[in-house]
């Protein structure tokens, strides 16, 4: 005999003894279990709760209907904030209309952090500022545009390029802040 064959009496007595463990484990019929199971459901079964009558409540009155609604959106369009009852609303009028109502150019779609204020140059005697954006080198004259919080040129100097951006506040109204871009020399 060698050491891989398995003498035949030895592994015969190994399947017997595992099948009868198994089958012990097991059910012996189908009505064994469906007994079982019944039992199991007697003994765990929970009894539904009765559902109580809703309680009614009654609406109270809503005493700041004069007062403006502090969900409207009308805070963040800069609107004039009406009383939820007026009859007319009335958009309120900024200084910064006309400004805000024009087409935006190339150079406000571009954050003024990446603009680069390179120098200046005079255009019959006017001052014009030298602004490195996107690749190119673009001519800025006082009263224009630059940045997405419209930035007006104010100011053109030889050192600084001077800009009044507009900001909103948390009622909707525009509030200027002061910029300044400093000449940068040199190149990249």
């Known amino acids: ?17 595992i099948s009868t463990l198994l089958a012990a484990c097991g059910f012996s019929t189908a009505d064994e279990l469906n007994a079982w199971l019944a039992d199991q459901r007697k003994l765990h079964s929970a009894s539904p709760l009765a559902a109580g009558v ?3 409540f009654e609406a109270e009155a809503y005493l700041l209907t004069d007062r403006s609604d502090p969900f409207s959106g ?25 400004e805000l109502a024009g087409e935006r150019r190339d150079l406000e ?27 190119q080198l673009h001519l800025v004259h006082l009263g224009d545009y630059l940045g997405p919080h419209h930035g007006k040129v104010l100011q053109i100097s030889a ?25 940068i020399e040199g190149s990249k």
């Open 74 to 98: 009308k805070r963040l369009t800069g609107e004039q904030l009406e009383p939820s009852g007026a009859a007319s609303p009335a958009k309120h009028a900024s200084e910064y209309d006309l």
């Open 109 to 135: 779609k571009v954050s003024v952090d990446a603009l680069e204020f390179k120098g200046t140059m005079s255009q019959d005697g006017v001052p014009v500022a030298l602004v490195w954006a996107n690749r």
């Open 1 to 17: 005999m060698t050491p891989q064959q398995t003498p035949r009496p030895l592994a015969l007595a190994l399947v017997l003894g």
């Open 54 to 56: 809703p309680q009614t």
């Open 159 to 183: 050192k600084e390029l001077r800009l009044r951006e507009l900001f909103q506040d948390e009622s909707g109204q525009w509030k200027p802040k002061a910029t300044v871009l400093a000449v």
